[in-house]
């Protein structure tokens, strides 16, 4: 018996702990998971990306602070989308996750991204298809299959209460009649549209089942929300995160949710997470740095410029470090949450100082993949990043051969 299996018994219903014998009898047991992590201003190449190709390759400044983990991730240069000039200099980084062309200009419209993709596959398997979020603000990197950002949640306390604490009944009553008002408005709205489609032409035909397309998901996702109302929310011995109000922290902020993020997994809350790490746009709380993370990014190779901007860079490298020590510490029937989560992190951007979004910094880290090497694409012809993508949503349980600009499957071993 899986142990989120539910007793059924005349309308009652006991969710079961984990137990010695559900470890036995399941422990093939594989749940995957994906973490999608950007870091908007770029990592210092020199810092990053190793020399030389390969397992042997030599840990950088910033890899030598992971690289206990080496066998649990696979360093990818050469890796790249086409086309992401944008109206703004920092456009690419809200395709980082879909791929599409030319962001931000005159009839842009984004695409569907990776994370958006397996959670529509996975629906409310959890009580969240995927958490989005974000260290200072509402941008995210996370769009529907209308092209429609989601916005980022900037709070860790917030989404803490949501996720693990229960309201007192009249809250949750009044919560359960919202979303049977929003039933009846839908299946009101509905009615009325239907008596339109009669006169309507071709043309509104389509616009108008387009519409129906819509209704009918929000019906399903009302359902849904509905149904876990009832369910008890997981119980977790971590006290509730305290908002970081300073928006000069960035590593406390990012912090919290790499503190929040293996607690979601573990707690099987959700099994899709995004975080954009972005710009602060004040100097950041870090020691020796002097001026904001994006005036550093663009250094124009003045040393004392870049030795800040690798400051800060490099706590945000032990932050990382300490989430994959995170991930591999909690355990679930299959395994370490780790060994069952595709990590992927790293940047729109790969080279920051001119905005240049080719040669992306890359890692994948966890999941059930051949890790331990630096797998080296060509430097001036870049291989589709979507092409990694197309592996993941495989490693996902999504059944597809292509994924925005990609050409197949990226392999390594």
Same mark, same amino acid.
């Given at each position: 018996?899986?142990?989120?299996?539910?007793?059924?018994?005349?309308? +009652?219903?006991?969710?079961?702990?984990?137990? /010695?014998?559900?470890?036995?009898?399941?422990?093939?047991?594989?749940?995957?998971?994906?973490?999608?992590?950007?870091?908007?201003?770029?990592?210092?190449?020199?810092?990053?990306?190793? &020399?030389? &190709?390969?397992?042997?390759?030599?840990?950088? /400044?910033?890899?030598?602070?992971?690289?206990?983990?080496?066998?649990?991730?696979?360093?990818?240069?050469?890796?790249?989308?086409?086309?992401?000039?944008?109206?703004?200099?920092?456009?690419?980084?809200?395709?980082?996750?879909?791929?599409?062309?030319?962001?931000?200009?005159?009839?842009?419209?984004?695409? +569907?991204?990776?994370?958006?993709?397996?959670?529509?596959?996975?629906?409310?398997?959890?009580?969240?298809?995927?958490?989005?979020?974000?260290?200072? !603000?509402?941008?995210?990197? !996370?769009?529907?299959?209308?092209?429609?950002?989601?916005?980022? !949640?900037?709070?860790?306390?917030?989404?803490?209460?949501?996720?693990?604490?229960?309201?007192?009944?009249?809250?949750?009553?009044?919560?359960?009649?919202?979303?049977?008002?929003?039933?009846?408005?839908?299946?009101?709205?509905?009615?009325?549209?239907?008596?339109?489609?009669?006169?309507?032409?071709?043309?509104?035909?389509?616009?108008?089942?387009?519409?129906?397309? &819509?209704?009918?998901?929000?019906?399903?996702?009302?359902?849904?929300?509905?149904?876990?109302?009832?369910?008890?929310?997981?119980?977790?011995?971590?006290?509730?995160?305290?908002?970081?109000?300073?928006?000069?922290?960035?590593?406390?902020?990012?912090?919290?949710?790499?503190?929040?993020?293996?607690?979601?997994?573990?707690?099987?809350?959700?099994?899709?997470?995004?975080?954009?790490?972005?710009?602060?746009?004040?100097?950041?709380?870090?020691?020796?740095?002097?001026?904001?993370?994006? !005036?550093?990014?663009?250094?124009?190779?003045?040393?004392?410029?870049?030795?800040?901007?690798?400051?800060?860079?490099?706590?945000?490298?032990?932050?990382?470090?300490?989430?994959?020590?995170?991930?591999?510490?909690?355990?679930?029937?299959?395994?370490?949450?780790?060994?069952?989560?595709?990590?992927?992190?790293?940047?729109?951007?790969?080279?920051?100082?001119?905005?240049?979004?080719?040669?992306?910094?890359?890692?994948?880290?966890?999941?059930?993949?051949?890790?331990?090497?630096?797998?080296?694409?060509?430097?001036?012809?870049?291989?589709?990043?979507?092409?990694?993508? +197309?592996?993941?949503?495989?490693?996902?349980?999504?059944?597809?051969?292509?994924?925005?600009?990609?050409?197949?499957?990226?392999?390594?071993?």
């Amino acid at each position: 018996m899986n142990r989120r299996k539910l007793l059924k018994s005349t309308g +009652v219903a006991l969710a079961l702990p984990l137990l /010695e014998i559900h470890r036995t009898a399941h422990a093939t047991a594989f749940t995957p998971r994906m973490v999608n992590i950007c870091n908007t201003l770029g990592l210092y190449a020199d810092s990053w990306t190793p &020399a030389t &190709a390969g397992r042997d390759y030599a840990a950088g /400044e910033y890899l030598s602070i992971t690289d206990r983990h080496r066998a649990k991730y696979t360093i990818i240069s050469g890796l790249s989308h086409r086309e992401q000039t944008g109206r703004q200099a920092h456009n690419s980084e809200i395709t980082w996750l879909t791929s599409a062309k030319h962001p931000g200009m005159d009839g842009f419209q984004n695409t +569907v991204s990776i994370d958006q993709i397996v959670a529509n596959q996975l629906g409310y398997t959890t009580r969240f298809p995927s958490i989005t979020l974000g260290t200072t !603000s509402a941008q995210s990197q !996370s769009y529907t299959t209308n092209g429609v950002m989601l916005p980022a !949640s900037t709070s860790p306390a917030r989404l803490f209460e949501d996720m693990f604490l229960s309201g007192d009944p009249r809250a949750v009553a009044q919560e359960r009649r919202r979303i049977q008002a929003g039933g009846s408005i839908l299946d009101e709205l509905k009615a009325q549209t239907r008596s339109l489609a009669k006169e309507a032409s071709a043309a509104d035909q389509q616009s108008l089942e387009a519409y129906f397309d &819509a209704v009918r998901i929000a019906e399903r996702d009302l359902t849904e929300v509905a149904a876990w109302m009832d369910r008890p929310k997981p119980q977790v011995t971590a006290p509730q995160p305290q908002d970081v109000s300073d928006n000069a922290d960035l590593i406390g902020r990012i912090r919290l949710w790499f503190d929040l993020i293996p607690l979601a997994l573990v707690t099987d809350s959700t099994r899709v997470a995004s975080l954009m790490i972005q710009d602060h746009g004040v100097v950041p709380k870090v020691d020796g740095v002097l001026a904001d993370q994006h !005036s550093l990014s663009h250094h124009g190779q003045d040393e004392s410029k870049i030795v800040q901007l690798r400051k800060i860079e490099r706590e945000v490298m032990v932050e990382f470090d300490k989430l994959l020590t995170r991930l591999g510490e909690q355990s679930d029937a299959g395994g370490s949450i780790l060994d069952q989560t595709a990590v992927l992190f790293g940047s729109n951007l790969g080279n920051a100082n001119s905005h240049e979004a080719r040669n992306l910094p890359i890692m994948i880290a966890g999941g059930s993949f051949d890790h331990g090497g630096h797998v080296a694409f060509d430097g001036k012809d870049n291989a589709p990043l979507s092409n990694l993508f +197309v592996t993941l949503l495989r490693y996902m349980g999504v059944d597809t051969g292509q994924f925005g600009q990609s050409t197949e499957a990226l392999r390594w071993a």
